[in-house]
Structure formats: structure tokens, C-alpha cells
């Protein structure tokens, strides 16, 4: 009696979990269409071309830094060096970009070729060690905090050149330069993670490790590329935070990491591995920039805010493991 009752709902139970996966994927953009609608109600200042400039350059560099993890996490892996990678890259970039001493293509690649060289440190460190990635990368976020501190010496790098400040404070056809950057870096990132081998790779690492290398992957090389290319747009978004704030700071993204992985779960990726994409990333981040930028004009207080984010982040982390299927 009770198999033939478990063989009848069977059909009832798979077809209500699907449906619940399902709305867990447009639930994020129905979240952020709502919560857009009840702050333009509230506050008119929010709805406005200006306003909505802000939020986007704002959450441009939440964004890069969750475009970079969200690689790593579909890998199954995750990075918590995002923040000292900003701090370190940018320092780096302020270093060569004083007025009238090297071209604006040289702190920019001073920076990404010291986020990449970070990154890549962390992938090496994971590969061969086999050490899980939580602890290499907190290691290596300390690391970092002190080397953005021995490189400044402690003190703020400013006196940076105009055209390196262009690459976060000017604009193109009136669009700002760090809203650009972050429409750029969405295409490639989508690319490579929806029409590369490599990104079909990462799925397949993150979704089951043992079956990837039964079936030929390199596991060290897959997870090398994304802990390079997370340094990398980490460097991206440390060069944009110097250039519009006009100066290398040794304290700066502290924190970055949290708002990063919150993005990128929020936005769908699961942190079991295997599942994500670069658009629900994208929603995440929009999503925590909204919400910051509501609280703002609401005059709520930015501690309250934290909480705020912290209900948000656990919140997602818990309908991600509803949405996990049971085997």
C-alpha cells in the first residue's frame, strides 16, 4: 500500500519541486522588478535618469568583482582575497600614475598584471596543495591587506593623472566610463561562460568533479583559469575604484568579498557548484545596489543597512539549498 501511494505522488512531488527550481530562477528578476516599483512609489527621487546613473556606476565595481566569483563558484571553489586583490591592484596602478611620467596603459597594466599574478597564486595554491579554497584565499586576503600596506607605506597614493582619473570619473557620449567598462565585461564574461569550452568545463567541474575528470578534463587547469581570470577582473575593478576616488588606497574593498559572493548567489549561483550565470549575477548585484541606494534616499542609517544585506545574503544562501535536488 504505501509503495503504491509513494509510486503515485512520486510524479506530484518532482513536478512540484520543478516548479519550485523554477520560480527560484525569475524569482530574483521579480524580486528586483517589485522592489523598483515600491522605492519609485516612495520616493520619486529614485526613479530618475540621474539616480538610476548613479546606482548602475555604483554597483559597476560589485559587479566585476561578482562576475570573477561567479567563475570561481560554479567550479565549486570560492575566493575571499576579492577585497585585497582591489586594495593591492589599485595601490599598484596608483604607483605609476602620476602626471607626466608613464602612458595610462602602464598603471593599468601594472595593476591587471598584479591581480592576475595574485589570482593565478591563489589557483596555484589550491591545485597543488589540495587545500580547500576557503582557507587559501583567507590566507591570502590577509596577505594582501599587508602587501597593499608595505607598497604605500601605509599612506593614501595620490597626484594621479587625468587621463588615468578618466577611467572611472569621465564619461563617453555621456555615459559614464565605469557603467561602459561593466557592459563590456558582462559580454565577455557571458561569453566565455555560455560559448567557451572552458566555461562548459567550469560547469561540469563545479556540477561533479570525479565525473569531469573521468572524462578528461585537467581539473588543475580549469580551476588555475578562473582563480586567474577572478584576480584579473578583481585588478579591473581596483583600477576604476582609484581612478574615481583619485587615489591608491592600502584600506581600500574592505568587505568587497561579501557584497561579490552575495551577487553572485543571489543571483542564482549555486555555492554547491555547477550552477549560475553571468545575467542572474548582473540581477544580483543591480539588485543590492537598489536596495543600498533605496535605504539612502530613505535616510536609513548604513547600520541598519548591514543588517539589511546580511538577511538578504542568508535569505539566498537558504533558497538556494531548498532549491538543491535531494541526490
Do not use: W
Not at 55 to 69: C, K
Not at 105 to 126: D, E, K, M, R, Y
Not at 190 to 201: E, F, S
Not at 203 to 229: C, D, F, H, P
Request: proline share 4%.
Amino acid at each position: 500500500m504505501k509503495n503504491a501511494l509513494d509510486t503515485y505522488l512520486k510524479p506530484v512531488r518532482e513536478s512540484y519541486n520543478t516548479r519550485v527550481r523554477r520560480l527560484g530562477k525569475v524569482g530574483i528578476v521579480i524580486a528586483f522588478i517589485l522592489i523598483c516599483l515600491a522605492l519609485s512609489l516612495i520616493t520619486p527621487r529614485f526613479l530618475t535618469v540621474s539616480n538610476l546613473m548613479i546606482v548602475v556606476t555604483q554597483v559597476s565595481i560589485n559587479a566585476l568583482l561578482a562576475f570573477g566569483v561567479t567563475f570561481v563558484i560554479i567550479t565549486g571553489g570560492i575566493d575571499l582575497s576579492l577585497g585585497s586583490m582591489v586594495a593591492v591592484t589599485g595601490v599598484v596602478a596608483a604607483t605609476f600614475a602620476h602626471p607626466d611620467t608613464y602612458p595610462v596603459a602602464v598603471p593599468i597594466l601594472a595593476g591587471l598584471a598584479s591581480g592576475l599574478l595574485f589570482g593565478a597564486f591563489n589557483g596555484f595554491v589550491i591545485t597543488r596543495s589540495k587545500v580547500p579554497p576557503f582557507i587559501v584565499t583567507l590566507g591570502t586576503m590577509t596577505i594582501g591587506r599587508g602587501l597593499a600596506l608595505i607598497l604605500s607605506k601605509g599612506r593614501p597614493i595620490s597626484n594621479l593623472s587625468d587621463s588615468f582619473n578618466f577611467i572611472g570619473g569621465g564619461q563617453l557620449l555621456g555615459v559614464p566610463m565605469p557603467i561602459i567598462i561593466l557592459i563590456l565585461l558582462f559580454i565577455v564574461c557571458a561569453v566565455i561562460l555560455n560559448k567557451t569550452v572552458l566555461g562548459r568545463y567550469m560547469y561540469a567541474v563545479g556540477g561533479n568533479e570525479q565525473a569531469a575528470k573521468a572524462s578528461g578534463i585537467r581539473l588543475s587547469t580549469v580551476k588555475m583559469a578562473v582563480y586567474t581570470m577572478s584576480g584579473g577582473l578583481a585588478a579591473l575593478a581596483g583600477i576604476v575604484l582609484t581612478s574615481r576616488i583619485t587615489t591608491g588606497q592600502p584600506n581600500a574593498g574592505a568587505g568587497f568579498e561579501l557584497d561579490a559572493i552575495a551577487a553572485a548567489i543571489i543571483g542564482g549561483t549555486s555555492t554547491s557548484g555547477g550552477t549560475g550565470t553571468m545575467t542572474g549575477t548582473l540581477i544580483g548585484a543591480l539588485l543590492i545596489g537598489v536596495i543600498s541606494n533605496g535605504l539612502d534616499l530613505l535616510n536609513v542609517s548604513s547600520y541598519y543597512q548591514q543588517v539589511v544585506m546580511g538577511i538578504i545574503i542568508i535569505g539566498a544562501v537558504v533558497l538556494d539549498s531548498v532549491n538543491q535536488p535531494k541526490n
